[in-house]
DNA sequence: TAATTTTTTTAGATTTACCTAAAAATAAAA
DNA sequence: TTTTATTTTTAGGTAAATCTAAAAAAATTA
């Protein structure tokens, strides 16, 4: 069994797989607010146990027993969201931190038995696939928005940062998950794009185009 | 804000000052399982804190403050045990230990929505009142069925004991909350008590008999 | 009341997850 | 290819929660 602490590195550690190959010290420090030479004491931790194999100096990559044990937080995390959105009434952007406590309450039954109250849902509340309790999940196909040309169009499907500011600046936009878009657009001065969403023309930043995901269905 | 393991101290003083005014070391740590030596030096913590009121030798008492720190505690434990039962379909013995983890959650908010979520319940699935959010709930006055007489009867609304093993033990009696009985008699050999419940005559062990909270109905 | 037992506290260590400051390795720029 | 900058590690230390062994206080028994 993994400590609290643990179980935070190797999320976190995950996460940032999917961004490079190995993942470096100053990364995960500055993910968990914490400083390269404690990260560098767990990692040694960590490389012990055998959830991380580790080189001086070049970074870590997750084991295949690292990797499950990753996985398997981000499956309680957002089970969890989805509980917390569906059944208790809390918005998209007031999820992840209690999300945060409670993917490391340890019991197995727990998660299975919700995952069935759930409905064994696909999706968190942030377009984020759920893994099952094999650990296996639809790696989806997203695109920026940001990176859609002028008359591309499609579904917002995700999104790659869950701020709750952002989610709130979204949420008042009109632009939540299942929302059909299409770029009419593209503003020379700052990069805006202008967008078509429930037949009104809005104007988002580059910033917020940069992180929502949308599935396209077609237009080029 | 208390620390996991704050609140677990805070947690026991509490249940342990209903049995006596002013706890002692020893009892609390047998408790926590824990040494004596490690539960002082939590006292003198919990003291500076403002927690309890502590007398070198003597023991402690919660403060006002202690006090609705570990009623708090207290409500949460409850409310996650409900939910377990009436939404994860958890059986009663099942729920204490998961009950431990979750009842240190954070989130004040969270707390507030499961509580409608399950319909503001007033008692968890052994019986035990669940404060409301001012702490307040109604102190049920209870009857150790060991303390009925032949002819008494009333209704199973607690016990005194959570072991997964007792409670597995009643359910397989057919004993649990909500059930009318009945006292027949009392073997003078070894003080087991014969009941009547729905209609069935069983015998019972002092030791069950001891664990069993009646809200009784007359009959003296 | 004195002797003995029980309870509680103190003293000094240990473990986990941090930290700062300085050294070592690697990467980037000149 | 030096020099400089960045990244990472090591060394040594702190705070929280625990422990064991021994001392001190309180309670019990003789
Ligand atoms: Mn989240
Ligand atoms: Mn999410
Ligand atoms: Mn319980
Ligand atoms: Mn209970």
Chains 1, 2 share one sequence.
Do not use: C
Request: proline share 2%; charged share 25%.
């Amino acid at each position: 069994m993994q400590s609290f602490t643990e179980e935070n590195y190797l999320k976190i550690i995950y996460h940032l797989s999917e961004l490079t190959n190995t993942v470096q010290t100053n990364a995960i420090a500055e993910q968990i607010q914490t400083k390269p030479a404690s990260v560098t004491d767990m990692i040694k931790k960590l490389a012990d146990k055998g959830f991380v194999d580790y080189i001086k100096y070049q970074g870590v990559t997750l084991t295949e027993r690292g990797r499950n044990a990753a996985i398997n937080i981000v499956r309680k995390h957002r089970l969890w969201e989805v509980f917390l959105v569906d059944k208790l009434n809390f918005r998209w952007d007031e999820v992840h931190e209690v999300a945060e406590e409670l993917e490391h309450i340890k019991s197995e039954a727990l998660i299975e038995r919700l995952d069935e109250f759930l409905g064994f849902p696909k999706s968190d509340p942030h377009g984020d696939p759920i893994p099952d309790k094999n650990g296996r999940f639809a790696k989806t196909q997203f695109i920026k928005l940001i990176d859609l040309k002028i008359g591309d169009g499609g579904t917002i499907t995700g999104v790659s940062q869950h701020s709750s500011a952002f989610l709130k600046h979204l949420e008042k936009l009109g632009l939540t998950l299942g929302k059909q878009i299409q770029i009419t657009d593209v503003t020379d001065f700052d990069g805006s794009v202008e967008i078509l969403v429930e037949n009104k023309q809005i104007n988002i930043s580059r910033e917020v185009a940069k992180h929502i995901l949308i599935s396209t269905n077609g237009k080029n």
